[in-house]
């Protein structure tokens, strides 16, 4: 008599998407499957492969919470694990608020793998006063699942601390752990010279607020190959529509914006998979910017990195970590990269990862989560399949009026014209049949007051900046 093979493990994972979901680049946009910033996708793909082995497979839930969906995940799933990033702050008080809701109706365990709260970079924590009772009710909902929660750094710790919480520990990013325990990085030169690659990075709120805007600029007239990687969802739709709906794309200032040289130059990119996000930094000499995982993205491509500190929740990783990095409020604005890559040293990040990540999986065999690394094949068979995969390339500025450039948008058009008319029938049929006997019917070319048209609607979309593109220049 045999005994009956075991049943894999059902993790459900908060993530946009899989790191196997792949989609175009106006797929991708239309659906944010990067939850508004590309960096989201970095740690949870990294804790798709960590958590990926013989006895456990992953599944995406998505970024968006659905409470109603408790039932299902019951009766379908293990444990939810949930990766989060600067969750504590004001402005996600409502999604995590649905969170609490959701968490309050699974019977299975929760685990929070690194979430951290944002302050300034005096670590003062009183605007998050107002939302305390919102942290205080999700993690003492989590901890009612878990064995202990795990934040990104110091400062994350000492505020749930302050608040009476003691299973509280820190484990940083999953991100830096998506190689496992060995960290290996090196500058390629003693020094940058006007032929180094350099990527920078930076939110709106550090170039309009921090004088990133003229960090970027003087590098920009220095080093020819400099290159900006965005990461919001607004940026991308610059890069590839020239338009964004979010009043902040009018910025300027931002590489992004279709009147910045930069994006002129073709000069920025951004990336909706990890994947190709590190792949093409490889061949960087160094990447520096306010973005945390705009610069782990590089270090996890072996590119030396230096953060400019904007606030608590990227000064915490990088104390963790031993990750270069500087405050930006204390950064001359006519700093030049060389100074930055000269002063930046790798010793803590390189010696003392094995230990980190010694404290990561320990922190998730506690609460009863295996690893790739030491339960699995190391990530081999994950990282093959992504291999195999036809990821979407960069979206890159839209600098041309070639036809070829434009197919893949006009085809995007089509399809979704097609997809809004049919779900505009449906609807129809839907009204028509409820109400009966009363006089609904949509005559052609009748109702389009009440029922915008699908090709108006898309056309809203790419109307413009193709009208932009074809004009002849004045």
């Not at 793998?113 to 006063?129: M, N, P, T, W």
């Not at 590839?240 to 902040?248: C, V």
């Not at 500190?309 to 990750?323: A, K, P, V």
């Not at 056309?459 to 220049?473: F, I, K, S, T």
Request: proline share 6%.
């Amino acid at each position: 008599m045999t005994d009956e093979p075991t049943r894999q493990r059902r993790i459900l994972l908060r993530s946009g998407k899989s790191p196997f979901d792949v989609a175009s680049l106006e797929q991708s946009l239309d659906r944010d499957v990067f939850a508004t910033n590309a960096g989201n996708l970095i740690f949870s793909d990294a804790s798709h492969k960590i958590l990926t082995t013989p006895r456990a497979e992953v599944f995406s839930n998505g970024i968006r919470t659905d409470p109603s969906a408790a039932g299902r995940i019951n009766e379908e799933f293990d444990v939810f694990v949930v990766p989060l990033a600067n969750a504590f702050r004001p402005t996600f008080e409502r999604p995590l608020k649905r969170m609490t809701q959701l968490i309050k109706k699974l019977r299975i365990p929760v685990v929070v793998l690194g979430v951290g709260a944002q302050a300034d970079l005096k670590y003062d924590a009183s605007r998050l006063k107002a939302m305390e009772p919102t942290v205080r009710e999700f993690v003492t909902e989590v901890l009612n699942r878990s064995a202990s929660i795990g934040v990104r750094g110091e400062f994350t710790e000492q505020y749930l601390k302050s608040m009476g919480f003691r299973d509280v520990e820190v484990i940083g990013c999953p991100s830096m752990f998506m190689n496992g325990d060995t960290f290996q990085l090196e500058k390629k030169s003693e020094s940058l010279t006007a032929e180094s690659r350099i990527s920078v990075n930076g939110s709106h709120s550090a170039v309009r607020s921090h004088g990133l805007d003229a960090i970027i600029r003087q590098a920009h007239e220095r080093y020819p190959h400099l290159r900006f990687v965005g990461q919001n969802l607004l940026e991308a739709q610059l890069l590839h529509w020239r338009e964004t709906g979010n009043p902040i794309g009018a910025q300027t200032s931002m590489p992004t914006h279709p009147s910045h040289p930069m994006y002129r130059e073709g000069k920025v990119r951004l990336y909706v998979d990890p994947a190709t996000w590190i792949d093409e930094l490889r061949a960087f000499d160094f990447s520096f910017g306010s973005r945390i995982h705009g610069n782990i993205a590089a270090l996890l491509a072996g590119v030396p990195s230096t953060v400019l500190c904007s606030d608590s929740r990227t000064l915490e990783l990088c104390r963790y970590f031993g990750i270069p990095h500087r405050k930006i409020s204390e950064t001359p604005r006519n700093i030049d990269p060389a100074e930055l890559y000269e002063a930046a040293d790798f010793g803590e990040l390189v010696n003392g990862h094995k230990e980190r990540f010694l404290r990561f999986t320990g922190f998730m065999e506690k609460n009863g989560l295996e690893n790739t690394f030491h339960h699995g094949d190391g990530g081999a068979a994950f990282d093959a399949q992504l291999s195999k995969l036809a990821l979407p390339p960069a979206v890159r500025p839209w600098t041309d009026t070639d036809p070829d450039s434009m197919s893949s948008r006009f085809s995007w058009m089509q399809s979704r014209m097609d997809e809004l008319a049919s779900q505009n029938a449906l609807l129809r049929d839907q009204l028509e049949a409820k109400a009966g006997h009363v006089a609904f019917k949509v005559q052609a070319g009748e109702g389009s007051a009440a029922w915008p048209s699908a090709y108006r609607r898309a056309r809203r979309v790419v109307g413009r900046p193709v009208r932009r593109l074809l004009r002849p220049e004045q």
